[in-house]
Nanobody, 131 residues
């Protein structure tokens, strides 16, 4: 029922930055945690980051810590992924997704790292990092 529209992908040189955006349905979006995933050719879908419904908690994959920042603006029904110090290994299709649970409390067992914990997904935006 909810639709997600992503933007911000593109081609960037190593060391550069991009900011991805994901616009979602009003109110439904504001009551649910959101996540970012990525998938490169020949590789499994990989968790990138997640943010709670109100931005109260944040989770990052180890390889993204210190380089990527997830944020949200519920007034705009949008979640962002700021990507800095990009590396060629960051090349992938990036997708945003909606948590299945209403106003999920702070996770204790990293369940949000699993794609099955999300229901609605964006179509994906391509990020390509060249040296």
């Amino acid at each position: 029922q909810v639709q997600l529209v992503e933007s911000g992908g593109g081609l960037v040189q190593a060391g550069g930055s991009l900011r991805l955006s994901c616009a979602a349905s009003e109110r439904t979006f504001s009551n649910y945690a959101m996540g970012w995933f990525r998938q490169a050719p020949g590789k499994e879908r990989e968790f990138v980051a997640a943010i709670s419904w109100n931005g109260g908690w944040l989770y990052y994959a180890d390889s993204m810590k210190g380089r990527f920042t997830i944020s949200r603006d519920n007034a705009k029904n949008t979640v962002y992924l700021q990507m800095n110090s990009l590396k060629p290994e960051d090349t992938a299709v990036y997708r945003c997704a909606v948590d299945r649970r209403y106003k999920r409390s702070m996770p204790t067992n990293s369940e949000l790292l699993r794609p099955n914990e999300y229901d609605y997904w964006g179509q994906g935006t391509q990020v390509t990092v060249s040296s």
